[in-house]
């Protein structure tokens, strides 16, 4: 477990030279990367969302995209293209794509109608990205992060349940302490500016040590007690007098990942139920639903 418990001690101290606190937040966005998943990052405007991401590109060596999804934009538009010079066709390039990158930063993605999203969707699942006809592979390091304000509801669609449930996590950002936001004022103060993160000394990680750190996680070990804990947690999620709806077997899949991804973190070769916990917010919140008070009663 030594490969992975490198990588999140790298990157717990080359992000504390950006974002002040927020550590849950942080622990929680190397799951997703070395997870393989997407993720859905809520949280109202100014908490460095995007700061974050950014950061983590930069820290783990990878190639970062924002784009803002609105009712306007199409999934042809994050498709790329090509630019032709019919005077020097020599000069003719490649606009590469969006999906293209490593890390794709999608703002308020509940801006767009679901029918648009349905389409990014597609681009996401898929292994390759077209542009003219040509398809190109996505990245073995593709993730989306999308973002979504959840205190302001104008032109917004909500998420459907199907799309919620491919999000492997659900991550919530609250604000932070009175000490802790005396500390950003402090850092301002002595100079920093989110919009020039070069002049920040941060040491990107060895290029291999991510996919070392994910041949880490498949090699912990798990009691067989543990499988039918997890299996029982989701499926009482579906009949819980509370909820509408509960999780999905996708669900399942996503909290034995997550949980030992966090095994890993803490340096350990093996599963505690501990680990299942933990992981159990991040990875179900968004994935069950509350019925409404007036229907239930229980």
């Keep these: 477990m030594e490969n992975i418990t490198r990588l999140a001690a790298h990157v717990r ?93 999608v703002d308020e993605i509940n801006r767009t109608s679901p029918a648009r999203r349905r389409r990014f969707w597609r681009r996401w699942k898929s292994v390759r990205s077209p ?41 919530r950002l609250d604000y932070p302490s009175a000490q802790e936001e005396s500390d950003i004022l402090g850092r301002y103060e002595q100079g920093f500016d989110p919009r020039r993160l070069d002049l920040v ?3 990107p990680v060895d290029q291999a040590l991510l996919a070392a750190a994910r041949q880490d996680i498949s090699a912990i070990r798990i009691e067989p007690t543990l499988r039918p804990y997890i299996v029982t947690l989701v499926r009482r999620t579906r009949d819980w007098p509370a909820l509408s709806l509960g999780a999905s077997p996708r669900a399942a899949i996503g909290l034995l990942f ?29 994935r069950v639903l509350l019925k409404p008070k007036q229907i239930w009663k229980g």
């Design 13 to 105: 101290t080359e992000m504390s030279k950006v974002i002040v606190g927020q550590q849950e937040v942080i622990d929680q966005l190397l799951l997703v990367l070395v997870c393989g998943g997407h993720t859905l990052i809520e949280g109202v405007p100014g908490l460095a969302k995007t700061l974050a991401v950014k950061t983590l590109a930069k820290i783990c060596g990878l190639g970062f995209q924002r784009g803002a999804v609105h009712r306007r934009i199409d999934a042809r538009g994050c498709d790329g293209g090509q630019i032709f010079s019919i005077w020097r066709p020599a000069r003719s390039r490649c606009i590469a794509a969006p999906f293209l990158r490593n890390l794709l930063l």
């Design 131 to 171: 542009i003219d006809g040509t398809r190109y592979p996505l990245g073995e390091n593709f993730t989306v992060f999308a973002t979504q304000n959840p205190i302001e509801f104008e032109g917004t669609y909500p998420l459907p349940e199907a799309q919620l449930d491919r999000f492997l996590l659900k991550i």
């Design 201 to 203: 000394s941060i040491v």
């Design 258 to 286: 997550v949980a030992r991804a966090l095994a890993g973190v803490e340096g350990r070769d093996f599963l505690i139920p501990d680990d299942i916990k933990t992981a159990a917010w991040p990875v179900l919140r968004h």
